[in-house]
Antibody, heavy 116, light 109 residues
Framework: QVQLQESGPGLVKPSQTLSLTCSVS??????????WNWIRQPAGKGPEWIGR???????GYNPSLRDRVTISLDTSNNQFSLKMNSLTAADTAMYYC????????WGQGTLVTVSS | QTVVTQEPSLTVSPGGTVTLTCASS?????????PYWFQQKPGQVPRTLIY???NRHSWTPARFSGSLVGAKAVLTLSGVQPEDEAEYYC?????????FGGGTKLTVL
């Protein structure tokens, strides 16, 4: 069964760039016709879809975040990543990576706090 | 951007049946929206219950079922258990963009 694990800095300063990685085991990010998603959830609020990348590398983003976000595949390390720039306090949230396709598998999430 | 709407809250008695709905601001929800349903309990990671309208994950109890009714995606819980008290979110694919609903807080009492 596929497993996903997010990693990255827990604390980022305002205006800086966030870089998160999702390590995948039990499956390959470059095969199987899956979408690899990033989703975030501020404390006490519902989830927000950030974007996703397909196994062929094609990506799609939330229109409200598109200008600040890039999702990419790292096939050599079987990972995919999220970069989000110009961070503000409003970006403080739990960040999850998921695999979508014939179901959805979630990582455990990583808390990102934006604060000086 | 599309707005996806769910009932903010519902209450059901143990053993009862409850229906949660998921509507799109742009029109009827169809199988082409590839509806997902997730359950989230406090402090936990969301758990996928239903994908592509009506498919259960291997871990999804049979009392959970997904369907399309009228213009909406629907999650039906039959024979509700106390442990089903949780927040439920739907997720739709709208013009190539995934959009979450605001969630339904289900209370069992």
């Amino acid at each position: 069964q596929v497993q996903l694990q997010e990693s990255g800095p827990g604390l980022v300063k305002p205006s800086q760039t966030l870089s998160l990685t999702c390590s995948v085991s039990g499956g390959s990010v470059s095969s199987g016709n899956y979408y690899w998603n990033w989703i975030r959830q501020p404390a006490g609020k519902g989830p927000e879809w950030i974007g996703r990348i397909y196994t062929n590398g094609g990506a799609g983003y939330n229109p409200s975040l598109r200008d600040r976000v890039t999702i990419s595949l790292d096939t050599s390390n079987n990972q995919f990543s999220l970069k989000m720039n110009s961070l503000t306090a409003a970006d403080t949230a739990m960040y999850y990576c998921t695999r979508e396709g014939r179901g959805a598998y979630w990582g455990q999430g990583t808390l990102v706090t934006v604060s000086s | 951007q599309t707005v996806v709407t769910q009932e903010p809250s519902l209450t059901v008695s143990p053993g009862g049946t409850v229906t949660l709905t998921c509507a799109s601001s742009t029109g009827a929800v169809t199988s082409g929206h590839y509806p997902y349903w997730f359950q989230q309990k406090p402090g936990q990671v969301p758990r996928t219950l239903i994908y592509d309208t009506d498919n259960r994950h291997s871990w999804t109890p049979a009392r959970f079922s997904g369907s399309l009714v009228g213009a909406k995606a629907v999650l039906t819980l039959s024979g509700v258990q106390p442990e089903d008290e949780a927040e439920y979110y739907c997720l739709l694919l709208c013009d190539g963009v995934r959009v979450f609903g605001g969630g339904t807080k289900l209370t069992v009492l």
